[in-house]
């Protein structure tokens, strides 16, 4: 079993190596920009927005700067808040359309469908034959429709796709790892599949939609947690090409707050299984390449590793006990091959992410082991999402929290957002410990080659824990209401 598992760990490893590949092969394969259109297209952007006091008027404040001709643009603040966001949304649109902008705020009383049910909702009022989509935390250049538009000339397009970036990359150990994760997804992942003609995904902010591409492939659905990647999917079986544009970068701000990113994860991890569920008969029913099939077969299931890391952080420490007499060459010809592939491969993969996105790679790498430590962390959170997964459709969309945080100096804590403390703490001590354990027999016991694998695991879910714990000690229970001098800077009428 053990060496099962490992095995298709290493087929995944290798699988990141293979798009490593497809993005050097293809790196020089940029698209050229068309020309502006003689007569440019009515676009709507929408902001989808739920409860972000602290970031929906900097978003508003943003893509009202945004160059287009006045007469062409629709601007849709897709209103569900139920707190002070609500208040806040009304006065940046109102002195918005004071000042001409073509804005509008459109709120929900009922969250039905969540961002999928709001999306569709502001659809269904407008008449653009594009749209843009940007959530709460994201800031776009004023070039951004300009830079996106013109390519809809071509009539096969359905979407273009912006990179992300990151506001608050250097705030802490934990943006800098979750920068570097997210840097292989958009860096690597994202130009290799689409530059070899694979499916790739809209990733639900810092892209334009031709409307016909929404509503061929059925519209917005709300019955998975990744509405973006289930539509993404559908509208390209619909024949629709999808176009990535690495060089366009969209920053937004990174979760700062444990809980927050791995209800995120969690979110990703679950939608992306429920996506799998949904369509993956239907893509392989389909007329499509088998490459294209493998490839999405591959991302929608990719998940499914986390269960695998948890099967085998259960199992690696007994093998290595079991296995203490075992030949140096037995080693040399299975293990090593089969780690390598597994773990190797993600140092690999992200390094040439930092390469390929201009940053200095030798400064990243002293992230690295972290970065594998909290993937191997996050793998109980994620492995209860991907069982929920498989057995559930849809499920309640929760949003992450955003604090406007730029700078180091920004704080956080007493603001009022905070996620849930996560379902699977209390199993993330009890590995901790077990790990604790494991190491210290192993250092007792002078198997010293199996220390820095046995360390991945010790540091992965000791550091959530510790994250997690501090967090809770620091900010005690509930959600404080805004101060007065927050409610002040936020522009809200104070109540004494």
């Not at 962390?377 to 945080?405: C, D, M, Y």
């Not at 379902?423 to 007792?444: D, G, N, P, S």
């Not at 991945?456 to 101060?483: K, M, T």
């Amino acid at each position: 079993m053990y060496y099962g598992i490992l095995g298709i760990l290493a087929i995944f490893g290798i699988h990141r190596m293979v798009l490593v590949v497809l993005y050097w092969r293809s790196r020089k394969r940029v698209a050229v920009e068309p020309a502006p259109p003689e007569e440019w297209p009515l676009v709507t952007v929408q902001l989808p927005l739920y409860n972000e006091m602290y970031v929906a008027r900097r978003l508003i404040d943003a893509v009202c700067e945004i160059d287009y001709p006045r007469e062409r643009l629709e601007i849709q603040v897709l209103d569900d808040s139920t707190d002070e966001t609500r208040q806040i949304v009304a006065d940046a649109v109102a002195r918005q359309a004071d000042l001409g902008v073509p804005i509008r705020h459109l709120h929900r009383e009922d969250r039905t469908g969540f961002k999928a049910g709001a999306l569709e909702a502001g659809l269904k009022q407008t008449k653009a034959s594009l749209v843009a989509v940007f959530d709460a935390d994201f800031l776009p250049s004023k070039d951004f429709l300009r830079r996106t538009v013109p390519y809809f000339s071509d009539p096969g397009i359905g979407m273009v796709q912006a990179r992300w970036d990151h506001l608050n990359r250097e705030f802490s150990l934990l943006t800098r790892i979750q920068a570097i994760f997210l840097d292989g997804h958009f860096v690597i992942e994202h130009t290799a599949r689409n530059r070899s003609g694979c499916f790739f995904n809209f990733n639900g902010t810092a892209g334009i939609w031709r409307r016909q591409a929404i509503e061929q492939a059925g519209g917005w659905q709300h019955d998975t947690l990744t509405e973006d990647l289930d539509l993404s999917y559908r509208s390209q079986m619909a024949g629709w090409r999808f176009l990535y544009l690495p060089d366009l970068l969209v920053p937004a701000e990174l979760p700062v707050e444990i809980n927050g990113f791995k209800s995120q994860q969690y979110r990703w991890a679950k939608g992306s299984i429920q996506t799998g569920r949904k369509l993956l008969r239907r893509i392989f029913a389909a007329d499509l390449p088998w490459r294209v099939k493998a490839e999405a077969a591959v991302h929608l299931t990719n998940n499914v590793s986390y269960l695998l890391m948890v099967v085998l952080a259960l199992l690696v420490f007994p093998a290595m006990v079991l296995r203490r007499g075992s030949s140096i060459e037995l080693l040399l010809l299975i293990d090593l091959p089969l780690f390598l592939a597994a773990t190797v491969s993600v140092l690999v993969f992200y390094s040439a992410s930092q390469i390929a996105g201009g940053r200095n790679w030798r400064r990243s790498l002293r992230w690295l082991p972290a970065l594998m430590g909290l993937g191997i962390g996050l793998s109980l959170s994620n492995s209860a999402a991907v069982l929920s997964g498989f057995r559930q459709r849809g499920g309640e969309f929760v949003r992450t929290p955003k604090f406007s945080i730029v700078e180091r100096a920004d704080g956080w804590k007493p603001k009022r957002y905070r996620a849930g403390r996560s379902m699977t703490l209390l199993l993330e001590v009890v590995f901790a410990l077990y790990f604790i354990a494991c190491f210290a027999f192993a250092a007792w016991d002078g198997m010293w080659a199996s220390l820095p694998f046995l360390f991945l695991f010790l540091q992965g879910y000791s550091y959530i824990v510790l994250l997690s714990l501090l967090e809770g000690f620091s900010r005690g229970g509930g959600s404080p209401p805004p101060s007065t001098q927050e409610a002040q800077m936020l522009g809200l009428t104070v109540r004494e």
